[in-house]
């Protein structure tokens, strides 16, 4: 039987905080049957993993799916490259993307779509650290507005 809807395996929660998101792309992963089976024990880290495009093709790298407990000889080795599956016209605006200025791909997060696992990946730029600091204070500006907000409508000031 079939499961439906998105069920998230692993997300990369500093990827927001450390790269600006330009552009999000779906892509399937192509997996030996020992890793979906570690992933359906809901095990994953996307922390060091990224994506790169060789020869048309695109790779994730350093993706960390641990052994399935299970297993025999025929385990998957934890940190091998991933292919994932995207269309080529996708495919090509990456790679213009990623050779023509500082943009890499970066995986946000992994989760099963209608039984079979997908990734989200970014096409994203490094920020500075004076980028990061004004992300910092822009958001918590906007957290005290709303509070002062909240507090105004309850009639607390």
Not at 66 to 85: A, C, D, F, I, M
């Amino acid at each position: 039987m079939k499961e439906k809807g998105r069920k998230v395996i692993a997300t990369n929660r500093k990827a927001r905080h450390n790269y600006t998101i330009i552009d999000t792309y779906e892509a399937g992963v192509a997996l030996v049957g020992t890793e979906v089976k570690s992933l359906r024990e809901g095990k994953a880290s996307l922390v060091d993993a990224f994506a790169t495009v060789d020869d048309g093709e695109v790779w994730l790298r350093g993706l960390h799916i641990p052994e399935y407990t299970q297993g025999t000889w025929t385990n998957h080795s934890p940190r091998r490259t991933r292919k994932l599956l995207l269309h080529r016209r996708e495919i090509e605006h990456l790679v213009g993307k990623t050779r023509e200025g500082n943009q890499t791909l970066v995986p946000l997060s992994m989760y099963f779509s209608d039984g079979k696992v997908k990734v989200e990946l970014a096409l994203a730029k490094g920020k500075q650290d004076y980028d990061k600091r004004q992300d910092l204070a822009r958001r918590t500006a906007e957290r005290e507005v709303t509070r002062e907000l909240g507090r105004r409508v309850k009639g607390m000031r």
